[in-house]
């Protein structure tokens, strides 16, 4: 199994930033893909950016030049930067990894865009 856990979600204005990570642990080996995906209320889980082992990313556009995704040198961990928050950006951000034929998800960060 793998075991993700996502961190740095809250409260910021818009207009700010805010840096959310996703520590992955357990059976970790062969995970070929970690990234972010987000759910508002009322709304299906949409895509935000997700990352390769060789560093392809694919993301929404409405998330262009304002959240960026990351990781440690161990491919780990993943981070998502996010710069010039809207309030549409609000929502609870969740961590997901695939390994082999099944994907992980973890249990979400909530993120509020707010003035």
């Known amino acids: 199994q793998v075991q993700l856990v996502e961190s740095g979600g809250g409260l910021v204005q818009p207009g700010g930033s805010l840096r959310l990570s996703c520590a992955a642990s357990?059976?970790?080996?062969?995970?070929?893909?970690m990234g972010w995906y987000r759910q508002a209320p009322g709304k299906q889980r949409d895509l935000v950016e997700t990352?390769?082992?060789?560093?392809?990313?694919n993301y929404a556009d409405s998330v262009k030049g304002r959240l960026t995704i990351s990781r440690d040198n161990a491919e780990n961990t993943v981070y998502l930067q996010m710069n010039s928050l809207k309030p549409e950006d609000t929502a609870v951000y969740y961590c997901?990894?695939?390994?082999?034929?099944?994907?992980?998800w973890g249990k979400g960060t909530l993120v509020t865009v707010s003035s």
């Open positions: 997901y990894a695939r390994r082999a034929t099944l994907g992980y």
């Open positions: 357990g059976t970790i080996f062969s995970i070929s893909v």
């Open positions: 990352i390769t082992r060789d560093g392809n990313t």
